[in-house]
T-cell receptor, first 110, second 115 residues
Framework: DQQVKQNSPSLSVQEGRISILNCDYT??????FLWYKKYPAEGPTFLIS?????DKNEDGRFTVFLNKSAKHLSLHIVPSQPGDSAVYFC?????????FGAGTRLTVKP | DAGVIQSPRHEVTEMGQEVTLRCKPI?????LFWYRQTMMRGLELLIY????????DSGMPEDRFSAKMPNASFSTLKIQPSEPRDSAVYFC?????????????FGPGTRLLVL
């Protein structure tokens, strides 16, 4: 069963614009959410996280929003840069059981 | 620190052969995770260890898969016998567990192809 879903396999955005990556989950027991970025031939790298007691966390160009009632998570990148082109994984954690979405490939065009 | 180290980076083997993947976590980390990434299922947690003890292996696909962590600086994931459907990228990750605010650091992965 897929408890974490990223329904958009790919997203293309113009440089300088906003990138919005979405993630939905089904397990209300998840208490911590993370976004990872993955370049080809490399392991995922941690990007940003949010605890379930918050609804927003910001770090530079990256902001994660959490809507617990909708069981929805999103990552905003503003402004998008060509170097942001990668696969982004949403992850949700319950008692150290981490579940990942299938990933969204972001392409930022110059 | 060199980060999480995995070997080999690539492995090509024939069906029925034994495959052993190796991982060296970041020094000082007390948790280690094995993941498998496929196109169909994305990243899946196979097993994780805390202080060298397996905590949850419910993600291990079947008895052909086994994982060990004999000490804090080394873990193996073994597939015996291997099958073509085991072809995937296998990632090892480590973390320093501090409550729920845990960030996992991933190795570069081992790309396995079973013919």
């Amino acid at each position: 069963d897929q408890q974490v879903k990223q329904n958009s396999p790919s997203l293309s955005v113009q440089e300088g614009r906003i990138s919005i990556l979405n993630c939905d989950y089904t397990n209300s027991m998840f208490d911590y959410f993370l976004w990872y970025k993955k370049y080809p031939a490399e392991g995922p790298t941690f990007l940003i996280s949010i605890s379930s007691i918050k609804d927003k966390n910001e770090d530079g160009r990256f902001t994660v929003f959490l809507n617990k009632s909708a069981k929805h998570l999103s990552l905003h990148i503003v402004p998008s840069q060509p170097g942001d082109s990668a696969v982004y994984f949403c992850a949700a954690n319950e008692n150290n059981d981490m579940r990942f979405g299938a990933g969204t490939r972001l392409t930022v065009k110059p | 620190d060199a980060g999480v180290i995995q070997s080999p980076r690539h492995e090509v083997t024939e069906m029925g052969q034994e495959v052993t993947l190796r991982c060296k976590p970041i020094s000082g980390h007390n948790s280690l995770f094995w993941y498998r990434q496929t196109m169909m299922r994305g990243l899946e947690l196979l097993i994780y260890f805390n202080n060298n003890v397996p905590i949850d292996d419910s993600g291990m696909p079947e008895d052909r898969f086994s994982a060990k962590m004999p000490n804090a600086s080394f873990s193996t994931l073994k597939i015996q016998p291997s099958e073509p459907r085991d072809s995937a990228v296998y990632f090892c990750a480590s973390s320093l567990m501090q409550g729920i605010q845990e960030t996992q650091y991933f190795g570069p992965g081992t790309r396995l192809l079973v013919l």
